[in-house]
């Protein structure tokens, strides 16, 4: 089915480790956006990519860094992982950033830090 | 920054009925959209409406904005259990080039 493909769903860590969270589209969509998810926060956007090659930081982009591998894929890491990165993330993706288009969300990973 | 705030905060009510949430926003804007989400799922995309529309429609939907008070609601008319999610507003700033700022959420429950 098309759409958007996160891997993995669910992840555990310690203080301290890293990981990269993956994300896919099979849309052929240029613009791609990482969120996270708090209870009673909604959702913070952490990085975005425009279109293939350019990343932008979000509102809350400290303790992340991100990675457009092509039109694709669009992955995001955290090098050392604390306890306030606990949370649950999305991926996103458009045709292309301007306005006019829903976005199309993934599943989402739910990461705990502990 | 929380650019959209939700209200109210959660609402319960009884198949059949009416649910009206209401959305409001700090500054202009390009867009204004609404997204359910399901328990444990990704968000999905419901409706659009630009600045310049003051209503849309979308099956049991219906969406109204005001620009002049800033303010956006969203109406889903004889609702069912399966209408049980988490709604929320996001807006687009009047350049259309940035990406999706999104309010807290209004958490629906239909019951049966």
């Known amino acids: 089915n098309a759409g958007v493909t996160q891997t993995p769903k669910f992840q555990v860590l310690k203080t301290g480790q890293s990981m990269t969270l993956q994300c896919a589209q099979d849309m052929n969509h240029n613009s791609m956006y990482w969120y996270r998810q708090d209870p009673g926060m909604g959702l913070r956007l952490i990085y975005y990519?425009?279109?293939?090659?350019?990343?932008d930081k979000g509102e809350v982009p400290n303790g992340y860094n991100v990675s457009r591998l092509n039109k694709r894929e669009f992955s995001l890491r955290l090098e050392s992982a604390a306890p306030s990165q606990t949370s649950v993330y999305f991926c996103?993706?458009?045709?292309?950033?301007?306005?006019?288009?829903?976005?199309?969300f993934g599943s989402g990973t739910r990461l705990t830090v502990v | 920054s929380q650019q959209g705030e939700e209200d109210p905060q959660a609402l319960s009510i009884q198949e059949g009925e009416n649910a009206t949430m209401n959305c409001s926003y700090k500054?202009?804007?390009?867009?204004l959209q609404w997204y359910r989400q399901n328990s444990g799922r990704g968000l999905v995309h419901l409706i659009l409406?630009?600045?310049?529309?003051r209503e849309k429609h979308s099956g049991r939907l219906r969406v109204t904005l005001d620009t002049s008070k800033k303010s956006s609601s969203l109406l889903i008319t004889a609702s069912r259990a399966a209408d049980t999610a988490s709604y929320f507003c996001?807006?687009?700033?009047?350049?259309?080039?940035?990406?999706?700022?999104f309010g807290k959420g209004t958490r629906l429950s239909v019951i049966a």
């Open positions: 500054t202009s804007i390009n867009n």
């Open positions: 990519s425009a279109s293939e090659g350019t990343t």
């Open positions: 409406i630009r600045s310049n529309e």
């Open positions: 996001a807006t687009v700033a009047p350049s259309g080039n940035t990406p999706l700022v």
């Open positions: 996103a993706s458009i045709p292309q950033i301007s306005a006019g288009y829903g976005y199309t």
